[in-house]
């Protein structure tokens, strides 16, 4: 039978661990429960001692995806469960998530529907960025950023060195495992409303998450992303000269400039394949 190991990354969360911690326990008693303190200013160390379970602190915070790659690497588990430390998941939810990789797959992610979203604002991002994941992988992302999901411990470890520091760990977790060709599986999940105040500041991480959009096309596959870009670029130089021809009879500086961003913007989408190719390459 394979063993559970269920992180949660915690960043003063000391209210919602209290109720949370009990919860788990009851629901997964046989599994390893390993908080990861982001440098937290409340008990929240306290509290893990109080309840038994482990906990990782760090002086200082260094962000959610350092203390979800913090708890990666010292959980025993053959099954890491993902799980935010604000009382948004269920901890009754993790059986079905486990279910999904005994029918074969290596990672199970728990798709939040739209009354789970942190207001229009999150959950008009976050359906655009599922909606490019999918364009860009040929497969439905039925939700990209849920920090709520089982993998095969040894298949996340795959990638650790792939995962930022900051908040987009789940982007880049899931892009990881579908250029790997490593399955993936989203079960719905209601989650609840948060105990105390999000992290994530709107004017700050807004701009983070715009270039999600981007980390989405160059983990994945970056002529995808670079070639539209190049034929765009060489219309425009089409276009430009067909106006400037009618109306002067002469090709523009401007034309040739188009024509030659459109050439490297194509020779950036190559050279950027040829490396997102060797990221991923294993050695037999």
């Not at 715009?210 to 070639?227: D, G, M, Q, R, W």
């Amino acid at each position: 039978m394979n063993k559970l190991s269920i992180i949660l990354p915690a960043k003063n969360e000391a209210p919602a661990l209290a109720t949370l911690l009990p919860r788990l326990r009851s629901a997964q008693p046989e599994a390893e429960i390993v908080v990861v303190d982001d440098g937290s200013t409340d008990d929240t160390r306290a509290l893990c001692l109080k309840h038994g379970v482990q906990c990782l602190s760090s002086p200082y915070s260094m962000g959610n995806g350092a203390a979800i790659k913090r708890g990666a690497r010292v959980a025993t588990g053959d099954i890491l469960i993902f799980m935010d430390g604000d009382g948004q998941h269920d901890p009754a939810d993790i059986e079905r998530l486990v279910e999904k990789l005994g029918q074969g797959y290596d990672m199970a992610v728990g798709a939040r529907d739209w009354g789970s979203q942190a207001g229009v604002g999150r959950g008009l991002a976050n359906t655009l960025y599922n909606w490019l994941a999918s364009r860009m992988t040929g497969h439905v992302v039925a939700d990209l950023t849920s920090g709520f999901r089982a993998v095969r411990a040894e298949r996340f470890r795959e990638f650790l060195y792939l995962l930022p520091n900051g908040f987009s760990y789940p982007t880049t977790s899931t892009m990881a495992f579908f250029r790997s060709a490593y399955p993936v599986a989203y079960v719905d999940i209601k989650a609840a409303q948060r105990i105390g105040k999000s992290h994530i500041k709107p004017l700050r991480d807004g701009l983070r998450f715009l270039l999600i959009i981007f980390k989405i096309a160059t983990l994945y596959s970056p002529l995808k992303l670079f070639v539209p870009a190049s034929v765009i670029f060489f219309l425009l130089g089409c276009a430009n000269y067909a106006w400037t021809f009618v109306r002067e009879g002469r090709l523009t500086n401007m034309s040739t400039l188009m024509w030659s961003a459109a050439v490297i913007v194509f020779l950036i989408g190559l050279v950027s394949e040829q490396i997102t190719a060797l990221t991923y390459r294993r050695d037999a």
